[in-house]
Protein backbone atom coordinates (compact mmCIF):
# COMPACT_ATOMS: atom_id res chain seq x y z
CA UNK A 1 0.00 0.00 0.00
CA UNK A 2 1.39 3.20 -0.55
CA UNK A 3 2.19 6.19 1.30
CA UNK A 4 -0.65 8.42 -0.39
CA UNK A 5 -3.23 5.07 0.67
CA UNK A 6 -1.99 4.83 4.03
CA UNK A 7 -2.38 8.84 4.74
CA UNK A 8 -6.12 8.79 3.25
CA UNK A 9 -7.15 5.53 5.53
CA UNK A 10 -5.58 7.15 8.57
CA UNK A 11 -7.16 10.31 7.74
CA UNK A 12 -10.84 8.53 7.60
CA UNK A 13 -10.44 6.95 10.37
CA UNK A 14 -9.52 10.31 12.38
CA UNK A 15 -12.12 11.86 11.00
CA UNK A 16 -14.85 8.74 12.07
CA UNK A 17 -13.51 9.14 15.46
CA UNK A 18 -13.94 13.25 15.80
CA UNK A 19 -17.25 12.29 14.15
CA UNK A 20 -18.42 10.19 16.43
CA UNK A 21 -16.90 12.10 19.33
CA UNK A 22 -18.77 15.27 18.44
CA UNK A 23 -22.47 13.48 18.29
CA UNK A 24 -21.34 12.36 21.71
CA UNK A 25 -20.40 15.78 22.76
CA UNK A 26 -23.45 17.32 21.11
CA UNK A 27 -25.94 14.76 22.69
CA UNK A 28 -24.45 15.25 26.24
CA UNK A 29 -24.80 18.93 25.56
CA UNK A 30 -28.53 18.15 24.23
CA UNK A 31 -29.56 16.29 26.89
CA UNK A 32 -27.86 18.69 29.80
CA UNK A 33 -29.72 21.16 27.96
CA UNK A 34 -33.34 19.36 28.65
CA UNK A 35 -32.18 18.60 32.42
CA UNK A 36 -32.09 22.25 32.98
CA UNK A 37 -35.13 23.57 30.91
CA UNK A 38 -37.35 20.49 33.30
CA UNK A 39 -35.18 21.83 36.46
CA UNK A 40 -36.37 25.44 35.44
CA UNK A 41 -39.98 24.29 34.69
CA UNK A 42 -40.43 22.52 38.26
CA UNK A 43 -38.57 25.44 40.03
CA UNK A 44 -41.84 27.60 38.01
CA UNK A 45 -44.55 24.67 39.49
CA UNK A 46 -42.72 25.31 43.03
CA UNK A 47 -43.22 28.72 42.86
CA UNK A 48 -47.12 28.62 41.48
CA UNK A 49 -47.74 26.14 44.22
CA UNK A 50 -46.06 27.95 47.04
CA UNK A 51 -48.20 30.86 46.37
CA UNK A 52 -51.30 29.14 46.02
CA UNK A 53 -50.33 27.31 49.52
CA UNK A 54 -49.78 30.33 50.88
CA UNK A 55 -52.96 31.82 50.13
CA UNK A 56 -54.79 28.69 50.98
CA UNK A 57 -53.11 28.99 54.57
CA UNK A 58 -53.49 32.46 55.26
CA UNK A 59 -57.17 31.83 54.28
CA UNK A 60 -57.16 35.26 52.81
CA UNK A 61 -59.85 36.26 50.39
CA UNK A 62 -60.69 34.18 47.50
CA UNK A 63 -63.18 34.24 45.75
CA UNK A 64 -63.44 30.49 44.79
CA UNK A 65 -61.54 28.22 47.04
CA UNK A 66 -62.69 25.17 45.00
CA UNK A 67 -60.71 26.56 42.08
CA UNK A 68 -57.80 27.25 44.63
CA UNK A 69 -57.63 23.49 45.61
CA UNK A 70 -58.29 22.38 41.68
CA UNK A 71 -55.45 24.53 41.47
CA UNK A 72 -53.33 23.21 44.00
CA UNK A 73 -54.19 19.53 42.57
CA UNK A 74 -53.16 20.59 39.25
CA UNK A 75 -50.16 22.37 40.18
CA UNK A 76 -48.85 19.08 42.35
CA UNK A 77 -49.80 16.68 39.39
CA UNK A 78 -47.58 18.90 37.06
CA UNK A 79 -44.48 18.34 39.99
CA UNK A 80 -44.88 14.78 39.77
CA UNK A 81 -44.72 14.40 36.08
CA UNK A 82 -42.12 16.86 35.62
CA UNK A 83 -40.07 15.65 38.73
CA UNK A 84 -40.78 11.76 36.65
CA UNK A 85 -39.43 13.51 33.48
CA UNK A 86 -36.38 14.69 35.44
CA UNK A 87 -35.58 11.57 36.89
CA UNK A 88 -35.58 9.67 33.08
CA UNK A 89 -33.51 12.53 31.88
CA UNK A 90 -30.88 12.17 34.85
CA UNK A 91 -30.81 8.40 34.56
CA UNK A 92 -30.19 8.71 30.63
CA UNK A 93 -27.23 11.41 31.61
CA UNK A 94 -26.07 8.45 34.45
CA UNK A 95 -26.58 5.71 31.78
CA UNK A 96 -24.21 7.72 29.10
CA UNK A 97 -21.88 8.39 31.53
CA UNK A 98 -21.68 4.70 32.68
CA UNK A 99 -21.16 3.83 28.92
CA UNK A 100 -18.74 6.39 28.24
CA UNK A 101 -17.25 4.90 31.66
CA UNK A 102 -17.24 1.76 30.32
CA UNK A 103 -16.19 1.93 26.59
CA UNK A 104 -12.71 3.90 28.72
CA UNK A 105 -12.38 1.03 30.50
CA UNK A 106 -12.56 -1.52 27.33
CA UNK A 107 -10.05 0.55 25.56
CA UNK A 108 -7.36 0.68 28.29
CA UNK A 109 -8.05 -3.24 28.89
CA UNK A 110 -7.43 -3.57 25.20
CA UNK A 111 -4.40 -1.53 25.18
CA UNK A 112 -2.93 -3.53 28.24
CA UNK A 113 -3.88 -6.68 26.18
CA UNK A 114 -2.17 -5.45 23.13
CA UNK A 115 1.11 -3.75 25.51
CA UNK A 116 0.87 -7.74 26.82
CA UNK A 117 1.00 -9.26 23.73
CA UNK A 118 3.76 -6.96 22.29
CA UNK A 119 5.47 -8.22 25.58
CA UNK A 120 6.94 -12.12 24.86
CA UNK A 121 5.35 -14.14 26.86
CA UNK A 122 7.53 -15.85 30.33
CA UNK A 123 6.52 -19.01 29.97
CA UNK A 124 7.95 -19.02 25.67
CA UNK A 125 11.65 -17.02 27.23
CA UNK A 126 12.00 -20.07 29.99
CA UNK A 127 11.40 -22.66 26.90
CA UNK A 128 13.47 -20.35 24.77
CA UNK A 129 16.31 -20.18 27.24
CA UNK A 130 15.96 -24.00 27.99
CA UNK A 131 16.60 -24.86 24.19
CA UNK A 132 19.07 -22.34 23.59
CA UNK A 133 21.30 -23.16 27.01
CA UNK A 134 21.32 -26.87 25.61
CA UNK A 135 21.92 -26.12 22.32
CA UNK A 136 24.58 -24.13 23.14
CA UNK A 137 26.01 -26.99 25.88
CA UNK A 138 25.58 -29.50 22.91
CA UNK A 139 27.65 -26.90 20.33
CA UNK A 140 30.50 -26.47 23.61
CA UNK A 141 30.81 -30.80 23.56
CA UNK A 142 30.89 -30.89 19.65
CA UNK A 143 33.60 -27.85 20.03
CA UNK A 144 35.61 -29.86 22.52
CA UNK A 145 35.29 -33.10 20.57
CA UNK A 146 36.51 -31.00 17.33
CA UNK A 147 39.51 -29.53 19.74
CA UNK A 148 40.82 -32.94 21.40
CA UNK A 149 40.66 -34.62 17.32
CA UNK A 150 42.54 -31.95 16.26
CA UNK A 151 45.14 -32.17 19.08
CA UNK A 152 45.22 -35.89 18.66
CA UNK A 153 45.70 -35.39 15.04
CA UNK A 154 48.49 -32.69 15.88
CA UNK A 155 50.39 -35.13 17.43
CA UNK A 156 50.36 -37.96 15.51
Same mark, same amino acid.
Given at each position: MSKWDDFKKSFGEFADKAAAKTRELSDTASLKIKIANKEA?????? /???????????? #????? &?? =??? %? +?????????????????????????????????? /???????????? #????? &?? =??? %? +???TEFNEARKHADTEYDKAKKAAEDAAEQ
Open positions: QRDTEY /KVLGKLAYTKLK #NLEVE &DP =EAL %T +ARLSETLEKLDVINAELAELKAEDEARKAAREAE /KMAREAKKAQEQ #NDDEP &DE =ELN %T +AVM
